[in-house]
């Protein structure tokens, strides 16, 4: 019985469409065969889990030609039938499964490692355009409002854009009209930020502010008056340190 070629066995356990009818067939009717994609299949299937959540990219026609140079197999037929042996000896019998085997196996080892090289390189780039968090502040209640508690993060792109992130808890004096705050170290001045609606916003920081000048976060609640001043009513507040 003639079976699979081994590098299309590591094809077809990519994902790879490269089965004709007859192979379909075949594999239907050789439990070897069948065995040795499924346990390749696994292969694959372990190998995918490990590399991280992002979606993993198809990979481009070199990566499979760079397999094939290293094969010695044509790129443009990989699942073309190989053409019929002459005899062999019971010694060649038993040396060539072993041997298309190893083929199979270095072909899947060789498109998993091209294949993960892909997502892992996809990962580095979306991780080193995410933001980075340069400051941190845990805001504390004032007495008025002794359950609240509260949180800030800023955090500064690639082009140095600044937003600070603040989450307050849920007894944060909810459906109030509350507004955020930048206030200097000496109380001496402040920078509205905006209004937080629910438990978590993220404002812009103007370009220019110095946080080590203007390092306290403020969330106050405001009456509806049309007076842009601080009320004087906080609920929490807290220093930002530097990460």
């Given at each position: 019985?003639?079976h ?5 066995m ?6 790879e ?32 889990t490990v ?9 481009p026609?070199?990566v499979w030609?760079?397999?094939a ?6 790129p443009?037929h ?8 002459p ?12 041997r ?9 080892a ?10 892992i390189?996809?990962w ?18 004032f007495?008025?409002h002794?359950?609240?508690?509260g949180?800030?993060d800023v955090e500064e792109?690639?082009d140095g854009?600044?937003?600070l ?6 007894d ?12 200097r ?8 930020l ?10 812009a920081i103007p ?8 390092s ?18 906080s ?5 930002l340190?530097?990460?």
């Amino acid at each position: 019985m003639s079976h699979l070629d081994p590098e299309q066995m590591a094809l077809l356990a990519l994902g790879e469409s490269v089965a004709s009818l007859a192979d379909c067939a075949h594999l239907r009717s050789c439990p070897a065969c069948a065995a040795e994609l499924a346990e390749l299949q696994e292969t694959v299937q372990v190998a995918r889990t490990v590399v991280a959540d992002g979606d993993l990219e198809s990979p481009p026609d070199r990566v499979w030609g760079a397999i094939a140079d290293e094969l010695g197999i044509d790129p443009a037929h990989p699942a073309q039938a190989p053409a019929e042996a002459p005899p062999t000896t019971a010694a060649d019998d038993d040396a060539a499964p072993r041997r298309g085997r190893m083929r199979t196996m270095w072909a899947l080892a060789a498109s998993l490692v091209l294949v993960a090289g892909v997502g892992i390189g996809a990962w580095v780039v979306t991780s080193s355009l995410s933001p980075a968090s340069i400051a941190t502040a845990a805001l504390d209640p004032f007495p008025d409002h002794p359950g609240a508690t509260g949180t800030a993060d800023v955090e500064e792109s690639r082009d140095g854009a600044r937003r600070l992130v603040v989450t307050v808890g849920s007894d944060a004096v909810p459906d109030t009209y509350r507004e955020v705050w930048l206030i200097r170290n000496d109380a001496g001045a402040l920078i509205s930020l905006g209004v937080l609606e629910g438990d978590t916003g993220s404002f812009a920081i103007p370009d220019g502010v110095d946080l080590a000048e203007y390092s306290l976060v403020d969330v106050s609640v405001e009456p509806i008056d049309g007076d842009p001043a601080h009320s004087g009513d906080s609920i929490v507040r807290g220093e930002l340190d530097q990460v």
